[in-house]
T-cell receptor, first 115, second 115 residues
């Protein structure tokens, strides 16, 4: 099992450009998440999905869109990149059963630089 | 809403010495608590988690944590650190109500090990 994979690993964008980050998991997890990590701020949740075809806003959703067309994939889109979106982006997935909060498994991250 | 405080931004410990990383949480009900570790350039890996039951939980790599409800704390400990433990450590709290399976992370504690 590859676990959680993220594509690309690193990207440089110019302000105003768009891009899509891809997250894929092969663990048949229902839940998927997108976080951003900035120095001194820990991880902050951007958007998440509780199942195929569903998405929800997290703590910092502005400037991002997501889609979950297939259970194994969770896409994060930046329509018009801004320097404030320079960050490291992590995808995670978990299998939540009933009322239990299961472990989140993280991908290796995507480092994004917006000039 | 839940929150997590990790009061120590950076801790330096000698190899072989004991370690305690502090974590305080805020949540109205019984929380789900996690410790994750992030090695440089890597994603996050779960060290241990607390859902219920025994308040002293054992994790991987010789780590343990104790849940103290009266102090709203979930401190991470290791009796003897190894150079490979140098990393960033994140405490996280999850809500226990179904439909709110998000994790809230602390800002992290960076651990440096000196010979």
């Amino acid at each position: 099992n590859a676990g959680v994979t993220q594509t690309p690993k690193f990207r440089v964008l110019k302000t105003g450009q768009s891009m899509t980050l891809l997250c894929a998991q092969d663990m048949n997890h229902e839940y998927m998440y997108w976080y951003r990590q900035d120095p001194g701020m820990g991880l902050r949740l951007i958007h998440y999905s509780v199942g195929e075809g569903t998405t929800a806003k997290g703590e910092v959703p502005d400037g991002y869109n997501v889609s979950r067309l297939k259970k194994q994939n969770f896409l994060l889109g930046l329509e018009s990149a801004a320097p404030s979106q320079t960050s490291v982006y992590f995808c995670a997935s978990s299998y939540t059963q009933g009322r239990l909060q299961e472990t989140q498994y993280f991908g290796p991250g995507t480092r994004l630089l917006v000039l | 809403a839940q929150s997590v405080t990790q009061p120590d931004i950076h801790i330096t410990v000698s190899e072989g010495a004991s370690l305690e990383l502090r974590c305080n949480y805020s949540y109205g009900a019984t929380p789900y608590l996690f410790w994750y570790v992030q090695s440089p350039g890597q994603g996050l890996q779960l060290l241990l988690k607390y859902f219920s039951g025994d308040t002293l939980v054992q994790g991987i790599k010789g780590f343990e944590a104790e849940f103290k409800r009266s102090q709203s704390s979930f401190n991470l400990r290791k009796p003897s650190v190894h150079w490979s433990d140098a990393a960033e450590y994140f405490c996280a709290v999850g809500a226990s109500n179904f439909g709110n399976e998000k994790l809230t992370f602390g800002t992290g504690t960076r651990l440096t090990i000196i010979p």
